[in-house]
C-alpha cells in the first residue's frame, strides 16, 4: 500500500533554495525561471480558494485502514494528481510482469491467518 500526497503547503516551500550567484543563472536564460515559476504555481494554489488541506492525507490513511484487508487499492493518490494517477495505471502491469518473472508473484497475494 503506497499512499502518495499530491502538493500541500508546508515549510518545505518556504524552504526552497534559490540561486547563489543570479548573474551566473541568467546566463541559463527561460531555463533559469523555471525553478521560480514553479513555485509560484505552488504558492498561487496554495493560497486558492480550493487550496489543498494537508488533513486530505490524514483522512485517506483513515479510510484505506478501515477498508477490508484484501479489498485495498495498491496506491492511493490524494490531492491534485498532477498525472501520477495515469503514470500508476500505467506502470502497474509492468511492475506486476516483473514481480511474477522474479518468481515473487505470491508476494502479491494476501494470506489470512
Known amino acids: 500500500m503506497l499512499v502518495q ?3 500541500y503547503p508546508t515549510n518545505m ?9 543570479e548573474e551566473l543563472a541568467k546566463m541559463y536564460g527561460e531555463v533559469a525561471e523555471g ?5 509560484k504555481t505552488f504558492v498561487t ?4 480558494e480550493n487550496a489543498p488541506n494537508p488533513q486530505d492525507v490524514a483522512t485517506a490513511i483513515d479510510q484505506i485502514v478501515s477498508t477490508p484487508a484484501g479489498s ?5 493518490v490524494v490531492g491534485l494528481p498532477f498525472g501520477s494517477d495515469a503514470v500508476n495505471n500505467a506502470v ?3 511492475q506486476s510482469g516483473v514481480v511474477d518473472s522474479l518468481g515473487l508473484g505470491d508476494l502479491m497475494k494476501l494470506k489470512m491467518y
Open 5 to 7: 500526497p499530491s502538493a
Open 45 to 48: 494554489l496554495f493560497q486558492g
Open 13 to 21: 516551500y518556504a524552504a526552497a533554495q534559490r540561486p547563489a550567484a
Open 72 to 76: 485495498r487499492p495498491d496506491r492511493v
Open 35 to 39: 525553478p521560480g515559476k514553479i513555485l
Open 92 to 94: 502497474a502491469p509492468i
